[in-house]
């Protein structure tokens, strides 16, 4: 038994990878959009990479990179894209909310899709494959039902947000050819780190108001300090799991499986006693699962 379980989990490390990922990225767009009540999104930004960053420079001194190199640049527009896309993802979290933010941030497989027929045709879907990709996002606006309420501007920074997250993965996925998966993970942070102490010593110091681009400085009170810190680790988890998950997978199939955080959010509010879903919502999750299964196989 044990000699047939042990292939199938080596067969499927990305897949496991980025489960863990997803249940890691579910939970801490929970606790961001909980927090966005009291901090300014580009606060959330820095909050977001401070936690982590200590945790990498720590493995990176005890355990030094064995890499390539040669391609700086790449990584540092990894990080520069890593850094807008979290933008994104904080002031959706602020202004449209946790379903719909996670409805447009789940679209990413489409443009991954889209992305990998422009650039990677190696790692083109088959016609067959991209209908399910497109069964699974019928499947989140079942299950999110979105509105068309907020302004289109800040829609926008939702399709925004997917696109980068599109990019994202395969700039990972090209920057692990050259460089340990900890400075790809460290150039994303870095980069999110300074970006977001820009923009709150701007908004502080020039007196602006809260925006995309600025934000006025909050001192956290009290356990705020403890989901600072649970927030900043699950964010760690998520960018470990996934550049591991992009180690060993497909960056569409690594995207397809990324679904399942809609999952997650669900099952995150079910446990916080938000009910169970209605009937379009259980369609949604069925066309989901189906989506995301079938685009898995190899």
């Known amino acids: 038994m044990l000699s047939k379980i042990q292939p199938f989990i080596s067969k499927n490390k990305g897949i496991g990878f980025m489960l863990l990922s997803s249940l890691c990225f579910a939970m801490m767009s929970a606790m961001a ?14 909050f977001r990479n401070a936690v982590g960053l200590p ?10 990179a064995v890499q390539t190199g040669g391609k700086l640049g790449f990584l540092i527009f990894r990080g520069l894209l890593g850094a807008f896309t979290l933008y994104c993802l904080f002031y959706a979290l602020e202004h449209l909310g946790l379903s719909l933010t996670n409805t447009y941030g789940q ?4 443009f991954i899709a889209i ?3 422009i650039w990677i045709p190696t790692e083109s879907l088959k016609s067959k494959q991209v209908l399910f990709l497109l069964m699974g996002f019928m499947g989140i606006l079942l299950i999110f039902q979105p509105s068309v309420n907020s302004p289109w501007q800040k829609h926008s920074v ?6 980068g997250t599109a990019l994202g993965y395969m700039a990972i996925k090209e920057a692990q050819k050259y460089y340990d998966s900890r400075w790809v993970i460290f ?3 870095a980069a999110g780190f300074t970006a977001s102490c820009i923009s709150l010593a701007i908004g502080t110091w020039g007196n602006l108001p809260n925006s995309f681009w600025s934000g006025k400085w909050v001192n956290p009170q009290g356990v705020q300090y403890l989901e600072i810190l649970i927030m900043g680790l699950l964010a760690l988890g ?4 996934t550049t591991q998950a992009l180690r060993f997978e497909k960056t569409s199939i690594v995207g397809a499986v990324g679904n399942s955080a809609v ?3 669900i099952l995150i509010e079910i446990i916080l006693g938000h009910g169970l879903p209605d009937m379009i919502v259980m369609i949604g999750m069925a066309f989901v699962l189906v989506g995301s299964y079938q685009i898995s196989k190899k």
Do not use: C, D, H
Not at 33 to 46: A, G, I, K
Not at 55 to 64: D, E
Not at 238 to 241: A, C, K, L, P, Y
């Open 263 to 265: 999952l997650f959010s």
């Open 55 to 64: 945790f990498l420079v720590l493995s990176l001194w005890q355990k030094p």
């Open 115 to 117: 992305f990998t027929f």
């Open 187 to 189: 150039s994303f942070m």
């Open 33 to 46: 959009q909980r927090m966005s009540n009291f901090f300014p999104s580009v606060e959330l930004v820095l």
């Open 238 to 241: 998520v960018q470990s799991f």
């Open 107 to 110: 679209a990413f497989p489409l």
């Open 158 to 163: 939702g399709l925004l947000y997917a696109m």
